[in-house]
């Protein structure tokens, strides 16, 4: 760089002293400029060393604090058949699909839930080795789009590394590395971003409910169909911070990934469980009201309106829920989980300088989790679900619940395979249906499995 810099100074020099030359001070910001770029070139280009040694690494994968375990990379071929659930005695057209896994440790390999839906046939291949070798399902999750599968050959696993997870759900503008076989690659594509934003999504990308809601985390690295299930990687510290899952068909430069403690959730569930279909998620069962209307505070409150700005109106109770049994009713105000304050819009603190919806303080937990919940409850009346039953200056009684989070109960099935089977009966010439979500969103969506909002899951089908 020194022999670099000193070239540069002499040839800058000599060009501003000719007639019609670049003016010296210009030839300083160019000489400037150049040097800073070789000064970036040494720390990460590659300089073979007399002994043939190397004293740096080209590429820039390899300038962090570990190097990526490229190893740990699984290709998927997926082979299958949709059932048709508005005709149960017959199978949709089989299909062919790509996707992403990687190993995680213990036997398992972690992608998404879509990837392996409805699969007849699962098909898995190491980077860069030969051979394709013959999967099965470990557990699937279809609430938090993630899914376990192994291979029973224990070839397969010989000399595969595993990747590191980071527990921490990675920072803003923090910069992430993803790796994938995009669009039926056969070869690893790597795409680098930003973390752009943290909130709280409906993995399923159906929006069943309100409280069906998960740690999501919004990048501005391309994601493509067939990246799906693949590792997310923190340039820093080259350890897995999400797993891609989804990208948005109306708009450029964003996609979603599925952070660290949603994937250690699902892990841990099913080793406690041992059970083949995620369980769900916990859920209180109700439905709220933000307090920003300073007249409907008052009308909550009444002249004791408390000074902080914090707790929601709990509209609605469902009936069985884990919150009913916990004597939650319609009219209370929720102010605290576990003690962390709810504000007046319902978002609550994270990470001190962020704020997630409320239902992050519930859904992060497994089910079977106890919970408190502290409210305040006009006990002369005040506001009853949606109906003011009384304007009198009233009394609010502070209250502490516990509450044993567990799914909340539903008259209409949700997931095929746990609750919902498709079937049908045929009476007097009418065909009967058994009705149920997947059938709805299949019926909804006609059968291309779009997602609610403008989002959709990216595996990438064979020849579509």
């Known amino acids: 760089v020194g022999w670099l810099e000193a070239r540069v100074m002499s040839s800058g020099a000599h060009n501003a002293a000719k007639p019609g030359g670049q003016k010296f001070k210009h030839s300083l910001k160019t000489v400037g400029r150049t040097v800073m770029a070789a000064q970036r070139f040494a720390e990460g280009a590659s300089f073979d060393n007399d002994d043939g ?62 990837v392996i839906r409805h699969s007849t046939s699962l098909r898995v291949e190491r980077h860069g080795q030969p051979g394709n070798f013959p999967a099965r399902v470990l557990c699937e999750g ?21 990747v590191r997870l980071q527990e921490d759900v990675p ?23 930003v973390v752009s934003n943290v909130h709280m999504k ?53 996609g979603f990934i599925i952070p660290v403690p949603v994937i250690q959730l699902f892990v ?40 902080s700005r914090d707790g929601i109106l709990v509209t609605e109770v469902h009936k069985d829920s884990c919150a009913d049994r916990a004597g939650l009713m319609p009219g209370d105000v929720l102010v605290c989980i576990d003690e962390t304050p709810i504000s007046e819009k319902g978002d609550v603190p994270f990470r001190g300088h ?10 992060r937990k497994p089910l079977g989790s106890k ?18 039953v009384s304007l009198q200056n009233g009394t609010l009684e502070a209250r502490r619940l516990h509450v044993t989070l567990a799914p909340t109960p539903s008259l209409l099935p949700s997931i095929l395979g746990l609750d919902y089977t498709p079937g049908w009966v045929v009476i007097g010439g009418l065909l009967f249906l058994r009705v149920g979500q997947p059938l709805l969103d ?12 403008g989002f959709t899951h990216i595996t990438s089908l064979m020849g579509a």
């Open 442 to 453: 299949q019926i909804i969506s006609g059968g291309r499995g779009a997602g609610v909002g």
């Open 142 to 162: 279809v609430m938090c789009d993630l899914a376990l599968v192994t291979v029973d050959d224990d070839e397969f696993f010989e000399d595969l590394p595993a």
């Open 53 to 114: 040694g190397t004293s740096a690494h080209a590429s820039n994968m390899h300038r962090s604090e570990a190097s990526v375990p490229f190893g740990a990379l699984i290709h998927f071929m997926t082979f299958s058949t949709e059932p048709e659930l508005s005709k149960p005695w017959q199978m949709k057209k089989p299909q062919v699909s790509t996707g992403t896994g990687f190993y995680i440790g213990n036997k398992r390999i972690l992608t998404n839930s879509h």
């Open 202 to 254: 409906d993995l399923s990308l159906r929006g069943w409910n309100d409280e069906n809601l998960l740690l999501a985390v919004q990048i501005d690295a391309a994601i493509n169909p067939g990246n799906s299930g693949g590792p997310v990687f923190s340039y820093k510290t080259a350890a897995v911070v999400g797993v891609a899952f989804a990208g948005r068909v109306d708009v450029q430069g964003i």
């Open 371 to 388: 919970i408190t919940l502290d409210v305040l409850r006009r006990i002369d009346g005040g506001v009853a679900g949606n109906k003011a």
């Open 268 to 307: 841990k569930t099913f080793e406690v469980t041992k059970h083949p279909i995620f369980a769900g998620l916990p859920m209180l069962g109700i439905a709220t009201q933000d307090l920003v209307n300073p007249s409907l505070r008052r009308l909550c409150f009444g002249a004791t309106t408390p000074p």
């Open 171 to 193: 920072e803003l503008d923090d910069t992430v590395i993803c790796l994938g076989y995009p669009l039926g690659a056969t070869s690893i594509t790597v795409t680098r971003g």
């Open 354 to 363: 962020e704020r997630l919806d409320w239902v992050y303080l519930v859904t």
